[in-house]
Structures are given as structure tokens and as C-alpha cells.
């Protein structure tokens, strides 16, 4: 029994300290470079990496170029595990976000999901698809990976950054991006591809 309520305290902690960080950061969402950043971090959403898997692969079509038609498969299959897993996600944990704190003196976290956007900040699809997209296209051009980790680490920043997801909500939301990435790689390796 004191196991789990140690367990218990160092969940609590965690917690704590994941609220004053995201609160701390998201202070100052109204600069503008913040708001530039979240500008920005609007194509780290699912439907403009869908797009620019779809757009990859299908010039890969037309150019006769197997590694542009792999990128594709391997950003868009990657996109789409990551998206599932975010949703599900989501719909299972409600948490409020970090402006509902800040502005209103807000916070919530509880099982069972919101269809609220207020209170689906865990995890962060944006930077779970990001990641699964940056590691997509290194799948098939390694060189690209440290700008993809560096693209989507900024992605990951302006997202607490503008108060709409704690650091947690980020880092699961990458840990996601890695493992649908991974699957991707595992059923297109299977399919040849």
C-alpha cells in the first residue's frame, strides 16, 4: 500500500510541476513571436500533413520516383497511426488546457474524454503527427532528420508557448509520433515499400 501511494505522490508532483511550467511559458502567448510561431505550427496539423503526403505521393507518380512515392506512404501511414492514437487519447483523458487556467483559473484533469476543445489538451496531436512526419521522411532521406526533429521540437514549444498544451501533453504526443512512426515503417516494410 505505500507503494501506490508513493506512486500516487510522485504522479501528483509530476503533475505540479507540468501545470507551473505550461503556465509559466504560456505567459507571454501574446507576443509576436509567439504568435508567429503558432501561425507557423498551424501546418504541423493533420489535414496539411495529409496534403503533403498525398501531394508527395502522387508526384512520385508522375516523376517515376519511388522515393518521393515512399515519402508519402511513409509520412501519410505515419500520420494517420499517430492521429488514431492521439484521438483515442483523447477521447479517454479530459484535461483543460493551459489558457483555461491562465484566463479563467481553470484546470481539470479527469478520465473519460470532452467533447469540449477546451478540455482536450492530452495529448498534443500536432506534435505527435509532426514527429511521426519529421521521422516519415527520414525513413526515406536520413539527411532530413535533424531539421524534422528541429521542425517539430518548434512545433512542440510554440504549442505550450501559446498555452494550448502543457510540456506532458507534448511529450506524449512525441513519444506517439515515434511509435506510429515505427508502425508505419513495420507495415510498409512488410508491404515492400
Keep these: 500500500m505505500a507503494g501506490a501511494a508513493g506512486a ?14 505550461g503556465a509559466r511559458a504560456a505567459r507571454d502567448r501574446d507576443q509576436p513571436h509567439v504568435k508567429a510561431a503558432g501561425a507557423l505550427g498551424k501546418l504541423g496539423d493533420q489535414e496539411p500533413l495529409y496534403a503533403i503526403s498525398a501531394a508527395l505521393f502522387f508526384a ?37 488546457r493551459p489558457k483555461e487556467l491562465i484566463d479563467r483559473g481553470h484546470y481539470e484533469v479527469s478520465a473519460g474524454g470532452s467533447d469540449a476543445k477546451r ?14 512526419a519529421a521521422l516519415g521522411l527520414a525513413r ?14 518548434g512545433l512542440g514549444w510554440s504549442r ?7 510540456p506532458l501533453d507534448v511529450a506524449v504526443g512525441a513519444v506517439i509520433g515515434v511509435a506510429a512512426s515505427a508502425a508505419a515503417r513495420l507495415v510498409l516494410g512488410r508491404a515492400g515499400g
Design 8 to 21: 500516487g505522490q510522485a504522479v501528483e508532483a509530476l503533475e505540479r510541476a507540468d501545470v507551473d511550467a
Design 160 to 166: 505550450v508557448a501559446k498555452g494550448v498544451h502543457w
Design 140 to 153: 526515406v532521406w536520413p539527411a532530413s532528420l535533424p531539421l524534422g526533429l528541429l521542425a517539430s521540437g
Design 119 to 132: 478540455e482536450q489538451s492530452f495529448p498534443s496531436g500536432h506534435m505527435a503527427c509532426t514527429t511521426a
Design 60 to 96: 512520385g507518380l508522375v516523376a517515376r520516383r519511388r522515393d518521393l512515392t515512399r515519402a508519402g506512404l511513409h509520412i501519410g501511414l505515419g500520420v494517420a497511426f499517430a492521429d488514431l492514437a492521439k484521438s483515442a487519447l483523447t477521447a479517454s483523458v479530459a484535461r483543460t
